[in-house]
């Protein structure tokens, strides 16, 4: 009986989640995310069947720049607004943490039955089947003006409080006490490693992102980060040499003041070569580290990292030669020899470095 009344709970639960307008909208977004919308009448939307061929190709053409506009980024549901058989809701794209990517979309409803379907344009009931008289189509506009006004008040509120949002997401990851604890040394090591297991939160914390006053030039910061991370060992140069798992890198140098420091990392990545030894290229990366009025050492990149060209400036070869020529010894320090007793033990940890792509570990047998 127990069971029978469980499933029974479930049922009932699932038939009314179809039901609910903003579920509905969300599903239809999903779909559209995934190239997955049936536009012919009686399919995924409420498009009438009277809708002649130019503006379905519209439609579609319409509906393939929303799939654009939504991307990746997660979705929830906003504020919803209903009339007897006719809905209208607001749908959030809240992922990331650019405030250039945040969007609100608008989507009409029609309710057939007991079911809500999508109007098949955004925030429009038009060629939704919804006739023309005067009564009713003085309640859509109603609607219709709803969500064209509160589409802009809504994305509006979410970039004031995206500020806030991003500050919660970083300290999930690096809390302002583990920033104060930091020396210029502790700061870089966890940069690179941050940025080595494409953590955005930490990385962002280290580029000032818990800085009570962002840098001037956070925007940039945050949109070149948030570019390389999300796409690994893709990334163009020069973030690639501290996302990719397939490069070596080791800190060469540091030195700290009161206010200040820097630090230089050797990066050797197998896919390059030098063009004067044909062997693997090690290059130097730099960077600044400045005191903010928090007590946070804080991550300055150069010009480089910022721009979306890699229009990189000449290494400073007889500067850089002495901290080039370190990289063998600083890397043996921080990745000491791992030799194995018996043959069949390192047969075993060769195999299992190949397999998972762990250059550093195959390189400590």
Not at 271 to 277: A, L
Request: with cysteine; hydrophobic share 40%; proline share 5%.
């Amino acid at each position: 009986m127990k069971l029978i009344s469980v499933l029974l709970a479930t049922t009932l639960f699932a038939h009314g989640a179809s039901n609910d307008p903003g579920k509905e909208a969300i599903n239809f977004l999903e779909k559209v995310r995934l190239g997955k919308i049936d536009l012919a009448p009686g399919g995924d939307t409420a498009l009438s069947p009277q809708t002649a061929d130019e503006k379905k190709r519209e439609i579609a053409r319409r509906i393939e720049r929303i799939a654009r506009d939504l991307g990746s980024d997660p979705l929830e549901l906003g504020a919803v607004k209903t009339d007897d058989d006719y809905a209208a809701v607001l749908v959030r794209k809240v992922g990331g943490f650019d405030p250039s990517r945040l969007q609100v979309f608008a989507v009409a409803l029609v309710k057939h039955g007991t079911e809500w379907t999508a109007a098949p344009l955004p925030a429009s009931f038009e060629n939704a089947g919804a006739g023309y008289a005067i009564a009713l189509r003085k309640r859509l506009d109603l609607l219709e003006n709803w969500m064209l006004r509160e589409q802009v008040v809504d994305l509006e509120k979410l970039r004031e409080q995206s500020a806030a949002r991003m500050r919660q997401k970083i300290e999930a990851r690096l809390t302002a006490d583990e920033l104060r604890s930091f020396d210029a040394q502790k700061a870089a090591q966890r940069f690179l490693t941050a940025c080595q297991q494409r953590d955005l939160p930490a990385v962002l914390g280290m580029l000032g992102g818990l800085s009570t006053t962002l840098p001037d030039d956070w925007p940039a910061r945050l949109k070149s980060a948030d570019a390389a991370l999300s796409v690994g060992s893709q990334a163009k140069h020069p973030w690639r040499l501290l996302t990719s798992p397939d490069v070596l890198r080791v800190v060469v140098h540091h030195e700290e003041e009161e206010n200040s420091g820097l630090f230089s990392v050797a990066c050797l990545d197998p896919s390059t070569t030098d063009s004067r030894t044909e062997m693997p290229r090690v290059e130097l990366v730099h960077f600044e580290l400045s005191k903010t009025q928090d007590d946070f050492w804080r991550i300055d990149p150069s010009s480089n990292f910022l721009q979306e060209t890699e229009n990189d400036e000449e290494p400073d070869e007889e500067a850089d030669a002495e901290l080039l020529d370190a990289f063998p010894a600083k890397w043996l320090q921080s990745h000491p020899a791992a030799p194995q007793m018996e043959a069949e033990q390192l047969h075993q940890a060769i195999t299992t470095a190949l397999r998972g792509g762990d250059l550093p570990s195959l390189l400590k047998l």
